[in-house]
């Protein structure tokens, strides 16, 4: 039985207790519902038909008051159009007998409406006023409270027995918990213990296995690992064997060592499938694995400008992480899929992006770099379609999200009728939801257009005053709400910008906004403008609990949002700002700590402009 098939076994019983405690939930949750629906179904249709009966037995002894008051032609309506309806709500409650003594109540009432209806109809009869005050009081009168005590027995006899099935559901429901509690008990440890014995049994090769390498890594050259079997790991053993076997004999020269020492390092960077360039302290090219040999069409053998024989892309590539790593700037981590080089292949273009660390000497200084270009062609088609899905989705979900909001706005404002107190509070927040899920569309479809390449800016000559105004006056509702104070600091130096207003306050409002949330009550949002050289910088800077190193490489990604981050939102404005300020040409960045608040920071372009002094 090979490896795999033991973990596989060893996680097994972990399986099976899962699938029956599945079964039980699904077992006795249908039970339950099956228990509270036999309530609704026994009882409520009783309790429906009585309270009915009584009201329009109530609406029929009114009219027999509207004729004795003198108002006979309106009473003979009111009490004509009663008796049908009462008539058929008495049938529902004959085909409705589900408790015991509720037959012969029915009876009863049955009785007691038949006598009403006799003595109504002879008070109907009654021609003088005398008579028809006489015959009220004497004979419709005690029939109709006969009539109504009769249905009233019936309502207090459903409802008793919905009171003591709802106390039995809950009884069972309680049996129900605690049979849950000890099935999930008993399938855990059983399964756990279960899966922990097979797995240390299928994985104890592996421990003999470690041992020898240990002893191996210590000098002892004549340690073997002893592994029965014929799985991956006793082959691994005969393979580590053999290895230990070559490495006694290596070991008996100087010479064997060096050579040993030299393909090991060789084997370990061929092994590699993506290219892997290593250059010197001087900048010239002293190994390359065959990955980069095949895809950079590169060769020690070939002498003169080795890297002038690489696609232009790649070599430019190569030549900035290069530059990077050897001028001491640390190792080179892209910052995200647009960085990636294309180069094409025979057997169809491949993307490769960079990544470089520097190679240290025994006095710590750089004495190489080594370039790692990771194939991400199939991570980059899958990130294209996963944003053509976004785009598409997005795009569908906006028409009929326009309609709602327009039907939810049109609720709110009472254009199709009054709203109760009750419903307004609803509807505003399910139109709070939409503008939400609006903002949240708008962003997906911003999101697809930068990806695509059509984002088009209509770049012009705006003050810098006018953008910030614009950024705090969007967010001035939300900072009063929370009790933030926004202020601003714009440099004399900085007149105007170059920029797309529209995206620019998509993106100044985004910071504010962020830094708005992130701010508890008496704490203040600054948006500060000042010229760093020839470019123009803007800083937003909160108040708030600040952002922890782990997590601001990550802010910046699409769709990441940290934890304990407020709700709303996709986790895109980031993304979007950062990519709005890469089209306009600047860079944008964050500088944090815990506790101590957060200031985002973006520079433009800034083309000269003469600066007024007084």
Not at 143 to 169: G, T, Y
Request: glycine share 8%.
């Amino acid at each position: 039985m090979t490896l795999r098939w033991r973990l596989w076994l060893a996680q097994a019983p972990l399986a099976l207790a899962l699938v029956l405690v599945g079964v039980m939930a699904v077992f006795t949750l249908n039970r339950l519902g099956r228990s509270g629906q036999r309530i609704l179904q026994d009882n409520y249709r009783s309790v429906l038909a009585t309270q009915r009966m009584t009201e329009q037995l109530e609406r029929m002894d009114s009219a027999a008051l509207f004729i004795v008051a003198g108002e006979r032609e309106r009473g003979m309506a009111q009490q004509a159009a009663q008796r049908q309806v009462l008539e058929s709500e008495l049938k529902v409650q004959e085909g409705n007998v589900t408790e015991p003594g509720e037959a012969e109540a029915t009876r009863n009432l049955r009785a007691a409406w038949r006598r009403y209806e006799s003595v109504y109809d002879g008070f109907l009869g009654a021609t003088s006023s005398d008579d028809q005050r006489t015959a009220y009081f004497l004979s419709v009168e005690p029939a109709f409270r006969d009539v109504k005590e009769a249905a009233s027995a019936i309502l207090a006899l459903n409802q008793d027995a919905m009171v003591h099935k709802s106390e039995e559901l809950r009884r069972q429901s309680d049996r129900v918990n605690t049979l849950m509690v000890l099935t999930v008990l008993a399938a855990f440890a059983v399964g756990l213990v279960s899966s922990t014995s097979l797995t240390h049994r299928a994985l104890r090769p592996v421990s003999v296995l470690s041992q020898a390498v240990r002893r191996l890594g210590r000098g002892d050259y004549e340690v073997r690992a002893v592994v029965e079997g014929a799985d991956e790991i006793a082959q691994l053993g005969q393979d580590f064997n053999s290895m230990a076997e070559a490495l006694q004999q290596y070991r008996r020269s100087s010479l064997g060592e060096l050579l040993q020492a030299q393909a090991a390092s060789q084997a370990a960077i061929d092994s590699l499938p993506d290219p892997v360039v290593v250059f010197g302290s001087d900048g010239a090219l002293i190994n390359a694995n065959r990955s980069a040999e095949d895809v950079l069409k590169l060769s020690l053998e070939s002498g003169g400008d080795v890297l002038g024989r690489v696609v232009p892309e790649a070599r430019e590539v190569l030549e900035r992480v290069r530059g990077h790593v050897l001028g001491g700037k640390g190792a080179y981590q892209p910052r995200g899929y647009e960085e990636a080089v294309r180069v094409a292949l025979t057997d169809g273009d491949r993307w490769l992006l960079p990544r470089g660390s520097p190679v240290y000497g025994e006095t710590g200084e750089v004495v190489g770099a080594t370039v790692i270009l990771q194939d991400v062609t199939r991570l980059r088609r899958f990130d294209e379609l996963k944003n053509d899905l976004v785009a598409t989705v997005a795009h569908e979900f906006r028409t009929p999200l326009t309609s709602l909001r327009m039907a939810v706005h049109l609720v709110v404002e009472g254009v199709v009728g009054p709203v109760t107190e009750k419903q307004a509070d609803l509807l505003f927040a399910a139109r709070e939801d939409c503008e939400r899920l609006q903002g949240i569309v708008d962003d997906l479809l911003d999101l697809s257009r930068i990806q695509a390449g059509q984002l088009q800016l209509q770049v012009r000559a705006v003050p810098a005053d006018e953008l910030v105004d614009a950024a705090l006056d969007a967010q001035r509702a939300a900072a009063d709400e929370r009790g933030v104070r926004l202020s601003k600091r714009v440099g004399l130096e900085v007149e105007s910008v170059d920029v797309d207003p529209d995206r620019l306050e998509l993106v100044l409002g985004n910071l504010v906004g962020n830094g708005v949330k992130h701010t508890p009550a008496g704490g203040e949002v600054e948006v500060h403008v000042s010229r760093d050289g020839t470019r123009v910088r803007f800083e937003v800077r909160d108040t708030g609990e600040g952002i922890a190193p782990e997590q601001q490489a990550r802010i910046f990604e699409k769709f990441y949002r940290a934890p304990g981050a407020p709700a709303g939102g996709a986790g895109l404005g980031l993304s979007i700002a950062r990519d709005i300020v890469q089209a306009h040409g600047g860079e944008m960045g964050v500088v944090s700590a815990p506790g101590q608040g957060s200031t985002f920071w973006f520079t433009l372009p800034q083309r000269a402009a003469a600066v007024e002094t007084t």
